[in-house]
C-alpha cells in the first residue's frame, strides 16, 4: 500500500511538471480575491477599491491589452505598481480615458512596447512607470498631466522625443525635451538623444535625473544663470567627455556626475561652494579636476573611485572633506590640504594605494587639531608649512621654493649639502659669467642685467642641462 502510495505521487508529479506554466509578470499585488479578464495571450487582473477599479497584475503572456472604461459599471482609474511589470511580449496597450493614475514600474521592463497613448485623463505618472521600455521612440504627454515623477521613462535608451500638450499648464517641450512651462526648469531629456547639447539660455534648474543614463549624450553646455541640479542631474551618462559648469551654479549637488566614465576633466568655477555626496563617484576617467577658492564643502564620496586621478589641491577655503570622499582612487599620489580645513571625515583615503604625499599648509600642531580622522592616511607621508606657489625640483625630488625682488634672488626650502642648488648667470649672449652654490638656503646677488638660470645638483654631480629648471629674472 505503501508503495502504490508512492507511486501515485510520483506520478502526479510528473503529470504536473509536464504541464504548461503561465507566468504572472507584475502579479507581486495580485491576491486571491482579485478578478481577471481576457485580452490577447492572458489575462489582466483588477481590484475594487471604493468604488472604482485598480488594474493589479497581468500574464506575462500578454501581448495586446485593451484596457475597458469600465467593469460591472465600475470605473477604471489607477495602473497599480508593477502592473505589467516584465510583460516584454506586450506590444500595444489601450488605456481608457478614465484612468487618472500610473503607478510605480507599471510597464516596467515592456521591451516590446513600441507606443503608447496616453489619455488626457491621466494626471500621474509615477517613478520608473516605463522604466526599461527599450523598444519606445517617442512619448506624448497629454494636456491632464500635472506630475511626472523622475525616473518615468528611465532605460527607454530607444526614446529620442517627449512631446508635451501646448494645452498642458504645468509642462512644455522644446525638440523632445520636456521642461516647466515658462522654460525656466529642464525635468526631463531622452536617454535616446546623442550628441552634444547646449541648455537654452533661461534654464534656472535642472531636475533630478534630468540626464541620467543618456550615454550618448558627449558635451553639455548649462548657460549663466543655471542656480540649481538635482541629483543625479548627469549620473550614468557614460559618453559625456566634457561639461561647461556656469559660475552661477552653488553646488554640484549629490550624485550630480556619479559613474560618467569618460568624463577627463572638470572645471569648477568660481561661485560653487560645495561638491555634495557621490558627485563624481565612478569617473574613472577623471584625471585632474580644478578646485576654486572659495569652495567649502566637499562631501562625503565625492570622488569614490576616481581611479584616474593622480595629483588633488583642495583650495585654501575648504573647511570641510567627508568621508571615504577618495576612497578607491588608486591612482592619486598627492594632496594638497589648505590651512582652512576643520575636519576630516573617516576613510577619507581608503583604497588610494598609490599615495604617498599629503602636503599640508599648516603646522604639525595645527594638523593634529583638525576634527576628524586625521591620522587615517595610510602609507602617506605629511609634509607640513606646504607652499602650493613653490617650484619642485624634479631632478633631486626635493621641493625648493624662490623668490625675486630687485637684484636678489632668494632661495628657500629643502637646501643642504647633500642637496645644493647652483645658480648660473649669463650674458645676453648666453654665456655663463658666474656660478653661485647655495648648500643652505639663503639669497644671491644677481645684479648686473644678466638672466639668472637655476641648475639643479644632486650628489651625483650637475644634472644635464636638458633636464634643468630654468628662472629668467624680468
Excluded at 512651462?181 to 538623444?193: A, Y
Excluded at 637655476?454 to 651625483?460: S, T, V, Y
Aim: with cysteine; aromatic share 10%; net charge negative.
Amino acid at each position: 500500500m505503501k508503495k502504490k502510495l508512492i507511486s501515485l505521487i510520483l506520478a502526479l508529479c510528473m503529470v504536473f511538471a509536464m504541464l504548461p506554466v503561465v507566468g504572472l509578470a507584475g502579479t507581486d499585488n495580485v491576491n486571491e480575491s482579485d478578478k481577471a479578464f481576457a485580452v490577447t495571450g492572458g489575462s489582466i487582473y483588477y481590484r475594487v477599491w471604493d468604488g472604482e477599479i485598480t488594474i493589479t497584475g497581468a500574464d506575462e503572456t500578454i501581448t495586446a491589452a485593451v484596457m475597458p472604461f469600465n467593469i460591472d459599471g465600475k470605473p477604471v482609474t489607477d495602473i497599480g505598481s508593477s502592473a505589467f511589470g516584465n510583460c516584454t511580449g506586450l506590444t500595444s496597450v489601450s488605456i481608457p480615458s478614465s484612468v487618472t493614475y500610473i503607478g510605480h514600474y507599471a510597464f516596467e521592463n515592456c521591451t516590446g512596447l513600441t507606443s503608447v497613448n496616453i489619455p488626457s485623463s491621466v494626471t500621474t505618472i509615477e517613478r520608473y512607470a516605463f522604466s526599461g521600455c527599450t523598444g519606445l521612440t517617442s512619448v506624448s504627454i497629454p494636456s491632464g498631466v500635472t506630475s511626472i515623477s523622475c525616473y518615468a521613462f528611465e532605460g527607454c535608451s530607444g526614446l529620442t522625443s517627449i512631446n508635451v500638450s501646448e494645452f498642458n499648464s504645468v509642462y512644455s517641450s522644446d525638440e523632445g525635451v520636456v521642461f516647466t512651462k515658462d522654460k525656466k526648469g529642464l525635468i526631463l531629456f531622452p536617454e535616446g538623444i546623442c550628441g552634444e547639447y547646449t541648455i537654452p539660455e533661461g534654464v534656472t534648474s535642472i531636475g533630478e535625473a534630468a540626464f541620467t543614463d543618456c550615454i550618448g549624450l558627449t558635451s553639455v553646455t548649462m548657460p549663466e544663470g543655471v542656480t540649481s541640479m538635482g541629483w543625479s542631474a548627469f549620473a550614468g551618462c557614460t559618453g559625456l567627455t566634457s561639461v561647461r559648469i556656469p559660475s552661477s551654479l552653488t553646488r554640484i549637488s549629490v550624485g550630480a556626475f556619479a559613474s560618467c566614465s569618460g568624463l577627463t576633466s572638470v572645471t569648477i568655477p568660481e561661485g560653487v561652494m560645495s561638491i555634495d555626496g557621490h558627485a563624481f563617484d565612478g569617473c574613472s576617467s577623471l584625471t585632474s579636476v580644478d578646485i576654486p577658492s572659495g569652495m567649502m564643502y566637499v562631501n562625503e564620496w565625492a570622488f569614490k573611485g576616481c581611479s584616474g586621478l593622480t595629483s588633488v589641491t583642495i583650495p585654501e577655503g575648504v573647511t570641510f572633506i567627508g568621508g571615504n570622499t577618495f576612497e578607491g582612487c588608486s591612482g592619486l599620489t598627492s594632496v594638497y590640504i589648505p590651512l582652512s580645513l576643520t575636519y576630516i571625515g573617516s576613510g577619507v583615503f581608503n583604497g588610494c594605494y598609490s599615495l604617498t604625499d599629503i602636503y599640508y599648509a599648516g603646522t604639525e600642531e595645527q594638523w593634529k587639531k583638525i576634527k576628524g580622522i586625521a591620522s587615517e592616511y595610510g602609507y602617506a607621508a605629511i609634509r607640513y608649512n606646504y607652499d602650493p606657489n613653490a617650484r619642485t625640483d624634479y631632478a633631486t625630488g626635493e621641493r625648493i621654493a624662490f623668490q625675486c625682488e630687485g637684484d636678489t634672488l632668494t632661495v628657500s626650502g629643502d637646501v643642504s649639502p647633500a642637496s645644493p642648488v647652483y645658480i648660473a648667470l649669463y650674458d645676453a649672449d648666453g654665456r655663463m659669467t658666474a656660478v653661485y652654490v647655495l648648500d643652505a638656503p639663503g639669497s644671491v646677488d644677481v645684479g648686473g642685467g644678466a638672466a639668472a638660470k637655476l641648475i639643479w645638483m644632486n650628489a651625483a654631480g650637475f644634472t644635464p642641462k636638458s633636464e634643468c629648471v630654468e628662472f629668467e629674472l624680468n
